[in-house]
Each structure stands twice: as C-alpha cells, then as structure tokens.
C-alpha cells in the first residue's frame, strides 16, 4: 500500500491500473465516508451541522442561523419557558405530621407530605390493618396478641417517623443535586 499524489485516499498499484480516469489522466476514485472525514481533517474544514426549520420542515445549514432561509420564521427558542419551582421540604415538619397523624390512626401521612404518595398509602393501610387486628383481638379475649399487637403498632408508629425523617433528607440531597425531586 502506499500513498498517490492525491492525499484523500489509500491506493494499492492494482487498483490504480483498475481506476477509471478522467481526460487529464487522473484518478476518479470514489470518495466513502472514512475519506471525507480524512478530507475535513486534512483541510481542517468544518462539517456543517444541518438541522431542520421547526415550522416548515426544510433541511438547512445551522451556522448561527436564527431564521428559516425558506419560510422565513425564527428558529430561536422561545422567550416563554414554564419553570417548575420544587422546593425543600422540612424534615422537622415531616416527621411532626407523621407522629401526631399517626397516633390518631394515619401512619404514612408524613410520606404524602414528601410526596412519597404510594408508600405512604401502603403505610396507611397496614397500620389500619394491625389496628383492626388489634380490636379484634381484644373482642376475641385473646390479651397476649393484644399486647403483641400494642408494642408492634408502637413500633411500627415511631418506625414511619424515623423513616419519614430519612426519606425528607434523601429528597433534598437530591433536590439540590439535580434541581428536581426523585420522585
């Protein structure tokens, strides 16, 4: 392999004998892809970025340019963006509506204020499950499962505070880190 006057392209000697030519004798190699690039190197000539226009569809150069050369419209965003302002929530405030909604029967409701709405209807139903559990249980004379059942529901109701707590810390670490809630 060795290299013709014309840099663009790699030749070997049969393919120069094969290579069609033009009235002056030289070469009329096909260019592919990997030469053009080779070419804009070379040159140090700037590949052209096209794009299309946003309202009528044509294909055209992006050099800077801010309207359409074939309808004539802006291509520059618009001035009108809506933002979405998230803001901070207070671990404090969480885990407030989470001890005193939970010990009125609403555990979860800390996690709704943090907009963990899911969880904190999952937590909700569990409580109201171990809570009804527990009545029936007292109903059914069966005091030891009372008692069992007493000391979980306890645990359970300062269990979704400590992780309200958590969760409310987690989403404004990650709030500021990237602008927007993770969930």
């Not at 810390?169 to 809630?181: A, F, H, S, V």
Request: charge should be positive; hydrophobic fraction near 45%.
């Amino acid at each position: 392999m060795y290299w013709d006057l014309n840099p663009f392209h790699m030749l070997d000697k049969n393919s120069l004998n094969r290579a069609p030519q033009d009235h002056k004798g030289f070469s009329l190699i096909q260019f592919n892809l990997k030469n053009l690039d080779y070419i804009f190197k070379y040159f140090k000539i700037k590949k052209l970025q096209m794009v299309y226009c946003k309202h009528c569809g044509k294909e055209f150069a992006s050099e800077e340019i801010t309207y359409c050369p074939s309808c004539g419209k802006s291509q520059l965003q618009s001035v009108t963006q809506s933002v979405v302002v998230t803001q901070n929530k207070n671990p404090g405030t969480a885990v407030l509506i989470a001890l005193i909604a939970g010990f009125f029967g609403f555990q979860g409701i800390g996690h709704m204020y943090i907009g963990k709405t899911g969880k904190g209807i999952g937590l909700l139903i569990l409580g109201w499950a171990l809570a009804i559990t527990m009545v029936l249980s007292i109903i059914g004379g069966v005091i030891p499962l009372f008692i069992i059942l007493g000391i979980v529901i306890f645990a359970y109701w300062i269990w979704q505070a400590y992780d309200v707590n958590k969760s409310t810390k987690y989403y404004n670490e990650y709030l500021m880190q990237n602008g927007k809630g993770p969930w």
